[in-house]
């Protein structure tokens, strides 16, 4: 069953729940005028995905990066590969919507450009409320930073930390206030049946469209069960599963585990492909200079912001990842370099050590390229099993030669 689609059918019709709104707008205009509601889905994430792509080419070409680390699997794998057909396109394009409209307000502080930003931002919260993590703390550290350099108080009171951080955070306490009420109402089994039900109209009316889903009263759609999902068993089975998960990769009792020690190399090989990005020249395509440490800080600062998504609350890094890594990207796009002394310093340690001229080789690149599971769908389970296969071969060779 494609799980995704089932994501698009939550509403509002068994009361407010999160991740309702695109489900209730689908609703709504199903109830004006019946539709193949899978085939519509289809075609929205169709759109979305394009319009992404389209976007971040143009965001590349603007900033004179290297576009050839978009097909990976940090990037665009779940787009292109993938056929859960979830909102990542949309939520992705609507962050980009909401860096540049707040970035707007920043100049402007006008009532017009924060209501657009907020009524983005309550779009985007009511379609899927983790979007918070990879959207919200990046952009409030912009800000208060924005609010540092173009501070234009006259006494010292207003240049103090606490007047700073309330002219950050309060045009932003709206947004809290729905995610506040989105974590609120998380739903429940009954909830999730009524609003399985509320379709079935559609499902009576489109039963070739629906089959192909294997939909059926009786197998209500994954997303949709899980608004029953208990928030300390969801976070247990998540944590477990990141920090714990054991892949079969060949025949036999050869496991490699992932869990933990996977994790790390896999965030070491994503920080490394996406900083030196520039690596892979394309053409005769100007290149920018100093692209890592223009990126490194944002990239590392979100890798924070976003640890719940990657402990807690996921282990679909092939997800997760593209949201840390094109998010990132988007924010640098539109405001530059993250100057924190504390960052500064941790990028050039961290740079000093990919000085090293074979790590700036294409060839090594495309190697790191190759061996690194940047196209995995889950932690535990990437589906580019071949490399770990390969793994465990070699693993197999050096052991019989010893």
Request: with cysteine; aromatic share 12%; hydrophobic share 50%.
């Amino acid at each position: 069953m494609n799980c995704g689609v089932s994501d698009w059918l939550i509403n509002y019709q068994a009361g407010f729940v999160r991740r309702g709104l695109p489900g209730q707008v689908l609703y709504m205009i199903y109830q004006a005028h019946p539709f193949n509601v899978p085939q519509a889905v289809l075609a929205i994430v169709a759109v979305s995905s394009v319009l992404l792509v389209a976007l971040m080419v143009r965001i590349f070409i603007k900033k004179g990066w290297s576009a050839a680390i978009l097909p990976l699997g940090c990037c665009f794998f779940f787009i292109f590969l993938s056929t859960s057909q979830r909102k990542d396109s949309l939520l992705l394009l609507l962050t980009y919507c909401i860096f540049v409209t707040y970035k707007r307000y920043l100049h402007s502080r006008g009532l017009g450009t924060w209501l657009i930003f907020f009524a983005l931002s309550a779009i985007m919260l009511l379609s899927h409320e983790a979007s918070f993590f990879f959207c919200f703390p990046i952009l409030a550290v912009y800000a208060y930073r924005y609010n540092v350099s173009h501070s234009d108080a006259t006494t010292i009171a207003d240049t103090s930390m606490k007047a700073r951080l309330t002219k950050t955070l309060m045009p932003m306490a709206p947004v809290a206030v729905v995610m506040g009420a989105v974590c609120l109402c998380k739903g429940n089994m009954p909830t999730a049946v009524a609003i399985w039900h509320s379709w079935s109209d559609a499902f009576a009316q489109f039963p070739d469209g629906i089959h192909d889903y294997a939909y059926t009263m009786a197998n209500i759609g994954d997303n949709v069960e899980a608004l029953s999902w208990k928030l300390l068993s969801a976070a247990r089975l998540h944590l477990t599963v990141n920090l714990f998960g054991v892949l079969e990769v060949a025949d036999g009792p050869w496991n490699i585990l992932i869990g933990l020690p996977g994790l790390v190399v896999l965030f070491v090989m994503t920080y490394y492909l996406v900083t030196h990005l520039n690596t892979v020249r394309i053409g005769k395509y100007k290149m920018a200079n100093d692209t890592a440490r223009e990126i490194s800080n944002t990239l590392l600062l979100q890798l924070v912001f976003m640890l719940p998504m990657f402990t807690i609350l996921s282990c679909d890094y092939g997800r997760t990842i593209p949201y840390w890594v094109l998010s990132t990207l988007m924010a640098v796009a539109c405001f530059g370099r993250l100057d924190i002394a504390a960052l500064d310093r941790l990028t050039e340690r961290i740079q000093s050590k990919l000085q090293h001229p074979a790590l700036k080789s294409t060839w090594v690149y495309t190697l790191i390229v190759v061996f690194t599971p940047l196209t995995s769908m889950y932690a535990p389970i990437p589906q580019n099993v071949l490399q770990y296969k390969a793994l465990a071969a070699a693993v197999q060779h050096i052991i019989a030669v010893l």
